[in-house]
């Protein structure tokens, strides 16, 4: 089994925006579009219904309400959010972000991919090393998922913060297959910039 860092560049307010907007054309976008979302690999999860309640039911309002009273969304108390919920929050990501890229690992235990996101590996490597694991994880509208797949990102701001105009220099790990991550990883990062777009994450 393996697993992949996805990397896109989007607006972290244009999630904030959907959920619980009631906007249901825009969930029918989004299942319109289940063969480029899911790369014509539909989950059998019951995604879809999800979905709608996220973006139009009662599910989606009370988040966004508490969304709105916690500022940002990141220091609300976490919500396990169902495996349906966690196909629907990929769909959104995928559906409103542009792929700027994506670190992957075909190893069947995935430490050695996930340890580059712990600050103390390479504390040297970015700026702001707190930052790091936000990659891996980070509460959507307090919603965490503890299976696969889950969610962060770091805002514009945060990705400026933490490269510090440029990727910090550092020793490269013993390891080629984590060298070669962060060198992924620096380019993604750098390319992000020219973007002028927050970052988001799936691990999936």
């Not at 965490?144 to 910090?168: L, S």
Request: glycine share 12%.
């Amino acid at each position: 089994m393996g697993y992949s860092c996805e990397c896109d560049a989007l607006r972290h307010g244009a999630l904030r925006e959907l959920i619980g907007s009631g906007r249901k054309e825009v969930a029918s976008e989004i299942i319109d579009s289940v063969d480029d979302i899911f790369n014509g690999d539909e989950p059998e999860e019951k995604w879809r219904p999800a979905l709608r309640a996220l973006i139009a039911g009662p599910r989606g309002r009370a988040l966004a309400k508490a969304w709105d009273a916690g500022g940002d969304g990141s220091t609300l108390p976490p919500v396990e959010a169902s495996d349906a919920e966690a196909l629907a929050i990929v769909a959104m990501v995928r559906f409103l972000g542009d792929r700027v890229g994506e670190l992957g690992d075909t190893s069947s235990g995935g430490d050695l991919f996930r340890a580059i996101f712990d600050p103390a590996f390479r504390p040297q490597q970015f700026a702001v090393p707190a930052l790091a694991p936000l990659l891996l994880g980070r509460p959507l509208a307090g919603l965490v998922h503890g299976d696969y797949p889950t969610w962060g990102g770091w805002t514009r701001a945060e990705t400026r913060a933490a490269i510090g105009g440029q990727i910090m220099p550092a020793a490269a790990p013993e390891d080629s297959d984590q060298q070669e991550w962060l060198q992924e990883l620096a380019d993604i990062l750098l390319d992000l910039q020219d973007e002028k777009a927050d970052l988001g994450t799936l691990f999936v």
